[in-house]
C-alpha cells in the first residue's frame, strides 16, 4: 500500500496472487520499488515454506512423531488404570517383579530412568 499508493482490498490482492504462485496481472503497472518489494516477498514466501516443510518431514522421519505418539497412548493406559502396581526400577529384582505380576494379572506401571533397562524387555 505503502510503495504503490494500493488501496487495502488491491495490496491484498496483488499479495495474495503472489504468494499463491497464481500470476494474474497486476491491479496497476508496478514501480522499480513495487518490483524489488515482489521479488523480496516471493523469496521470503519461499524461505519460509521450505523451512516449515523441511521441519514437518523432520518431525515424522526422524521418530519424534512415533515418540510422541506412544507418550501419548502410554499416558492414555495409565490413566485408566485402577488397582494397579506402581514398580519402580526395572532391573533384575523388578524384572521379576513385573513378570509375576503379570502372570497374576495385576496391572502394573514401571518407572525406570534407564532406557537400556526398558530395551532389554522388549527383546
Given at each position: 500500500m505503502?510503495?504503490?499508493?494500493?488501496?487495502?482490498?488491491?495490496?491484498?490482492?496483488?499479495?495474495?496472487?503472489?504468494?499463491?504462485?497464481?500470476?494474474?496481472?497486476?491491479?496497476?503497472?508496478?514501480?522499480?520499488?513495487?518490483?524489488?518489494?515482489?521479488?523480496?516477498?516471493?523469496?521470503?514466501?519461499?524461505?519460509?515454506?521450505?523451512?516449515?516443510?523441511?521441519?514437518?518431514?523432520r518431525y515424522f522421519l526422524d521418530g519424534h512423531f512415533r515418540q510422541t505418539y506412544k507418550l501419548f497412548k502410554m499416558k492414555q493406559k495409565i490413566s485408566r488404570l485402577s488397582n494397579h502396581v506402581i514398580l519402580c526400577g526395572f532391573g533384575r529384582n523388578g524384572r521379576s517383579a513385573a513378570n509375576l505380576l503379570r502372570i497374576n494379572n495385576i496391572p502394573v506401571v514401571v518407572i525406570e530412568k534407564s532406557l537400556e533397562q526398558i530395551e532389554l524387555d522388549s527383546r
Open positions: 505503502y510503495i504503490e499508493q494500493f488501496t487495502f482490498i488491491e495490496a491484498v490482492y496483488m499479495t495474495v496472487i503472489t504468494i499463491g504462485t497464481v500470476g494474474f496481472e497486476e491491479v496497476h503497472p508496478l514501480s522499480t520499488n513495487g518490483m524489488i518489494f515482489t521479488i523480496v516477498l516471493i523469496i521470503a514466501t519461499f524461505i519460509t515454506v521450505s523451512f516449515f516443510l523441511a521441519y514437518i518431514t
